[in-house]
């Protein structure tokens, strides 16, 4: 795990550039009615404002956005007039799936129905269930996929947990264990990176948090682990079980 030292999210009471653009950007695409929304850590420091003091702060560089099929074209109109310049060679070959776009050296990442990484997650049916960013649930998976996760997020999810209750139901300050054992259900892949990340953010919430907030994350992190394990499994998951580690259960996304 990459150990970053955590840095402040304003630079002389202003915000970094990069959430300045998203605002700017997610603005015009509320107004606009568009199904697009943030998600990453943009997305997670708009949503919990325990990540932008010490010890959970840090810089963010790129902007990440997912969009529905149909909205695909609506928001490209939007970039463009905001002047963000597409990468044409990514784009022509990748453009059903992914997108990208750079602003003042800003990079905005756009995943296209479906966020592909370590693993899969759709999203293209919940895209819109909240305001501006994606629901709490699918920035948690977004995050917790990520088989070599690093330290920033690590604490993307720290201040996640420490913001927002965990539970079940849609509405939007919570997070909804339905969403994570529908995915951790049906995927032994899914359940086990998310499993071993779970005590991966047990061990870093030991050193850096005070002990209300680590009473607050493992009570968290039993939650999340009792939902999945008690879940129902799919013939899929089973099957998949029995091979175990044996075999990779997880991609190893490429870099642009």
């Known amino acids: 795990m990459d150990v970053e030292t955590p840095e402040q999210t304003v630079l002389d009471g202003q915000e970094q550039p990069p959430v300045l653009l998203a605002r700017k950007l997610m603005e015009e695409v509320e107004q606009k009615k568009v199904d697009a929304r943030l998600l990453g850590g943009i997305a997670i420091y708009l949503r919990s404002p325990r990540v932008r003091i010490d ?4 810089t963010y560089h790129d902007i990440d956005v997912a969009v529905s099929r149909r909205a695909k074209k609506a928001l490209t109109e939007i970039m463009t007039s ?3 310049v597409g990468d044409r060679h990514f784009n022509a070959l990748h453009g059903h799936k992914r997108m990208v776009f750079q602003k003042d050296n800003v990079e905005v990442d756009i995943f296209i129905h479906l966020f592909e990484q370590c693993h ?8 819109t269930h909240d305001p501006l960013t994606l ?4 920035l948690l998976l977004t995050k917790l996929q990520v088989v070599y996760i690093n330290h920033k997020d690590l604490t993307d999810v720290l201040g996640l947990l420490l913001q927002y209750p965990l539970g079940t139901g849609e509405g939007h300050d919570i997070i909804d264990l339905n969403v994570i054992r529908s995915i951790t259900s049906q995927d032994w892949g899914w359940y086990t990176t998310v499993s071993d990340n779970l005590q991966k953010l047990v061990d870093l919430a030991q050193p ?7 009473d607050l994350v ?13 879940a129902p499994k799919s013939l899929a998951w089973k099957l998949r079980a029995k091979v175990g580690r044996r075999l990779p259960w997880y991609v190893v996304p490429d870099e642009k």
């Open 208 to 214: 850096l948090l005070s002990q209300s907030e680590i």
């Open 135 to 138: 629901s709490l649930a699918d």
């Open 55 to 58: 010890p959970l702060a840090r």
């Open 120 to 127: 899969n997650l759709d999203l293209e049916e919940r895209i």
């Open 82 to 84: 905001q002047g963000f």
């Open 218 to 230: 493992e009570a968290g992190v039993n939650l999340l682990r009792q939902a999945m394990e008690e």
